[in-house]
């Protein structure tokens, strides 16, 4: 068996050369995430070559899962020669799975991709966590606060750092978002720094996100936070309700924008770059 083909998180396995094995298996994938694999068996009718889909294995439930290629491929052999074992591999994938390594969280640190900006108190354990371990997984380079900060770090020095360093922010409102001094002040540098932002209305309506003077800031820090919540509630973002709502499927959701924003921001930059080498040609 070897790698035929890769397009778009579609991986084809092609049977071996000799026509010993009459079938082709598809792997598709986000990342490093399997989502399904199906099984294609090559058939002959009236001396045409035609295909047909005999298996497909849905992994959705093992979304965060991070899979050894090495151990993968046998698995997917045992299921090309029998259908029957395709229950067995089926547990054997999700055997399979592996948690982000400390050495992939390490090696992410020194720099950021994304910014994710929350109420610690109302997301970290849910749609802010989650969304940060989905976003390793794939290898991209998410800043937590809870995560990527250390005993004696300055907060302040940290959090504006990553932030100037990111190049997508993904600002996760809740209920109690704007009762935080934290939450407005990233939020705040964030727009400042004319970032890409990504909003996301967790539990909370964007009319219900409203900046309350309680003694406790000067005036203009109230305009700046006001500034930037104004800003932020109007940028088109993404909804979920945590109660009830589709977990995978907000966490593919959530991942594709963030990609997308991503690459955006990358052009511009080789753009600007291109632009730069030639004005000092």
Request: proline content about 4%; glycine content about 4%; aromatic content about 8%.
């Amino acid at each position: 068996m070897m790698l035929k083909e890769n397009v778009c998180g579609f991986t084809r396995l092609s049977p071996s050369e000799d026509g010993s094995q009459k079938s082709d298996i598809f792997v598709t994938s986000c990342g490093f995430t399997v989502i399904n694999v199906t099984i294609v068996r090559r058939t002959s009718l009236k001396g045409c070559s035609s295909s047909i889909n005999i298996h497909t294995v849905q992994l959705l439930k093992a979304l965060d899962t991070t899979f050894d290629s090495v151990s993968l491929v046998p698995l997917l052999m045992q299921m090309q020669r029998s259908i029957s074992s395709t229950n067995n591999v089926y547990r054997n994938l999700l055997r399979l799975q592996k948690p982000p390594t400390a050495a992939m969280v390490t090696w992410q640190q020194p720099s950021c991709d994304v910014f994710i900006n929350h109420r610690g108190i109302d997301t970290k354990k849910n749609v802010a966590g989650l969304l940060y371990n989905h976003l390793v997984r794939l290898r991209l380079r998410p800043f937590l606060d809870s995560k990527n900060m250390k005993p004696g770090d300055k907060l302040f020095d940290k959090i504006d750092a990553a932030i100037t360093r990111c190049k997508v922010g993904v600002v996760v409102f809740s209920p109690r978002y704007c009762q935080s001094y934290f939450c407005l002040h990233e939020l705040a540098r964030i727009m400042e720094a004319k970032k890409k932002v990504i909003p996301v209305f967790c539990d909370v309506k964007p009319s219900e996100l409203i900046v309350r003077d309680d003694g406790s800031c000067s005036k203009h820090q109230l305009d700046r936070f006001k500034t930037a919540l104004e800003e932020a509630k109007y940028t088109v973002g993404l909804t979920f309700d945590s109660s009830n709502g589709d977990w995978p499927g907000f966490l593919m959701t959530a991942t594709e924008a963030i990609m997308e924003n991503l690459k955006e921001v990358e052009e511009e930059e080789r753009q600007m770059h291109i632009e730069k080498s030639i004005n000092h040609a």
